[in-house]
Every structure is written in C-alpha cells, then in structure tokens.
C-alpha cells in the first residue's frame, strides 16, 4: 500500500494511520474479526494487533499484541495472517475483483478505503490446533486526517458475503455526508441504508440481528488498550458509541431471485456532538 503522509492542521505534526480489518463467518454463524493498524503521530509510532471471535473458536488470544511483527501479509489474491502471540495462522483468498475509493480528501490529507477482498474464502488454524472455514471480507484503511477531524455524528458499516453474491456499505452522517453502496464490484445509485435493511433500486437486503459482537464507547474498547492514542485523541471521539453485530441477511433482487448469507455491520454515534 502506498503510504501518505499529511501535516496535522492542528499540532503541525504529521499523522497517518493504516489499518487492516479481516473477517469470517463459518456456515454456522460463529464470527472472527482481526484487526491490524499503525499509527504515526506526534512522533509516536504504534503497532496493534487485535481479534474478537465467537467463544466457539478457541485458541485464539484477543490481545492486544504491540509488536510491528507478524501482521498481515498480501500477495495477489491472497491474504495471509500468521501471529503466534494471537494464536492464528489464517488465509483469506479473494473471490472477487477487489476495489479502492477515496472518501474524502482535503489540502494535505485523505481517506482512502481499499477492499481488497469484497467477498473471500477463509480458512483458520489456531493455537488450538483446530481449523475453521467460513466466507470473510479483508479492508485496508488508510487515514491521514485524523478522525475526530472529520464531523462524523454517525458512521453505518457493514458487509454481505454469500456463495454468488458481496454487498458492502458505508453512509457518514455529519460534516461530511457520504452514502456508498458496492454489489458485486459495482457502485450502486441511490442507496437507503439503515440498521436493519439497505434497499436501492436494483435490491432489497433485510438484516435479522443474531447476536451482538460488541457495544460500549470506543474509549473502553478498541483504543482503551492503547494509551498513547488515548492521550491524544478528543475526548468527544472517545466518547462516541460502538455496536457491532452479526446478522443473518437475505439478499432480495428485483427479478424475485434471493440469496442468504451472513452479515457483519456497526453503528458508531457520537449522540449530539459531532467529532
């Protein structure tokens, strides 16, 4: 991945953060989520490695792991993920063409989103010595404006995979409004998108909610583990709200065709405040 690099607007410091998120679902609906970032900012770099699963999948660590080492490694169409600390040894094979799209830019800064794997193949071994099969996704986020900068009230995320079909969505409410919708590689215009269906003009896909795989303020999940960015991020990004669900989705075309598959999607809100 290219790497960029812009001057902070309020600290004159520069500041980038890249971020890998990799997920499955097995056939039975047991979730696992890895997340592996850098930041550089202030002039401190920080290397994270994380997961969150189903209690089903055994063997792993949640972390989180600081080392630089052992994350993620792409080559072609393949991702693969080797972290003893974590105890996984994963391989996420692209099934789908992958895609890029700048979400916002500014003098100096930008974010940029990278699907590398809309829909993927995953296979599993951890420490436990048991292997797990399931169909994932695999995103790059690069970020060179820091996020509290961006005057989200509301973030909506979430993706689709089933055996023939990938949706992916992401809607920004705030300073800078966005709504995206991909199926199947192509960007779709005029997307409805809420908590429990996102409609358009070509489908329907309803979400039923089957379980809830995190909800508290970021500040006490992800980044509480990690006390440099505490002490520099606002305290009103912090303070925003993360759910983050598995649901099962059914995937409804206009010509009566129909596909299930499973579904991970989130809300993050910063109530009236915006960050």
Not at 73 to 89: A, E, F, M, Q, R
Not at 107 to 112: C, F, I, K, P, Q
Not at 130 to 143: A, I, P, Q, R, S
Request: with cysteine.
């Amino acid at each position: 991945m290219a790497e960029h690099v812009r001057e902070d607007r309020n600290t004159g410091r520069d500041f980038s953060l890249g971020k890998y998120y990799v997920d499955f679902v097995t056939s039975e609906g047991h979730y696992f989520i890895g997340y592996s970032a850098q930041l550089n900012w202030l002039g401190i770099e920080v290397n994270y490695r994380a997961t969150i699963h189903h209690p089903s999948i055994l063997g792993i660590k949640s972390g989180p792991s600081l080392s630089s080492r052992d994350g993620p490694v792409v080559d072609d169409s393949v991702l693969t993920w080797n972290n003893p600390k974590l105890g996984i040894d994963g391989h996420w094979r692209r099934r789908t063409s992958a895609d890029s799209h700048v979400l916002h830019r500014e003098d100096g800064g930008l974010v940029e989103w990278n699907c590398l794997q809309p829909a993927a193949s995953v296979q599993l071994t951890t420490a436990s010595g048991t292997t797990f099969e399931g169909l994932g996704y695999v995103e790059y986020l690069n970020l060179t404006i820091p996020p509290w900068h961006l005057g989200l009230r509301t973030l909506l995320w979430g993706r689709l995979v089933t055996e023939h079909h990938s949706v992916v969505w992401i809607e920004w409410q705030g300073e800078h409004a966005l709504a995206l919708l991909i199926c199947d590689g192509r960007i779709i215009a005029n997307p409805r998108i809420s908590d429990d269906n996102v409609r358009c003009d070509d489908f329907e896909l309803s979400l039923q909610r089957v379980g809830t795989i995190r909800a508290g303020s970021i500040g006490e999940t992800l980044v509480s583990k990690i006390p440099s960015v505490l002490r520099t991020a606002s305290v009103e990004f912090l303070g925003g709200r993360e759910e983050k669900y598995v649901s099962r989705g059914r995937l409804e075309f206009g010509d009566g065709s129909n596909h299930t598959g499973w579904v991970i999607h989130e809300r993050v809100s910063w109530g009236q405040h915006q960050i």
